[in-house]
């Protein structure tokens, strides 16, 4: 595994108060400048759709194709605390079972197995996957906070024949950081912290995203 020189260090003290980026797309164009330069047959995938915005202004700059992979949280039953993550497939990463049995680890993973299938046929209902096998990737998001949603995409590239996997990401949690360094090739990312928070308080705006604005920003980088 390589990690690049982007990878830096903790947040200096004096940003402590101010956000990093004005929103998605300035996030976007920093990630441009850091990402390695022999990327090759390349395409940028947005695991979240906010990856998918960020991931836009890499596809343009790289004269890449974007596509996206959406990644369901893997949930405790009646709890919004996520304990893991599902890909489209098979590709699963659990981060702690937090008490549940085999067979309630099951179910959970199953429902968010099916909604992300579910959402990802929605978002491809009029344009197919992009064919990934070969190219090097980019897989995007807005930040890295357990790490649980990128291992997951990441080992969904890795089942689909991606020759290279590169993680890119304005923002992230040492912690999660550390999780998803061993599973890609390379990871790039801005600003790494100790405790990252809400990633909303690193963004200027960070409003939430639709399905169509998904589909929208797909067919403005074709």
Sequence with gaps: MTVGPETRGFMPA????????????EAGRALVHALPTNLSSAAVIGVTRGGVEIGAELATALHAPLDVVLVSPIRRPAELHAIGAAAPGEAVHVLEPHGLSAAQLVVATARA???AEQ???RLHEHRPPLHVDGRDLVLVDEAITTGATMIAATRWARDRG?????VAVPVAASAGLALVRPVADE?????EFDFLGSRAVWFGELPPLADEDVRRLLEETR
């Design 187 to 191: 990871v790039v990312c801005l600003y």
């Design 14 to 25: 004096h940003l402590a108060e101010s956000i990093l980026f004005d929103d998605r797309g």
């Design 113 to 115: 197995r099916r909604e």
């Design 119 to 121: 959402v990802d046929a």
């Design 162 to 166: 991606a020759h290279r996997v590169v």
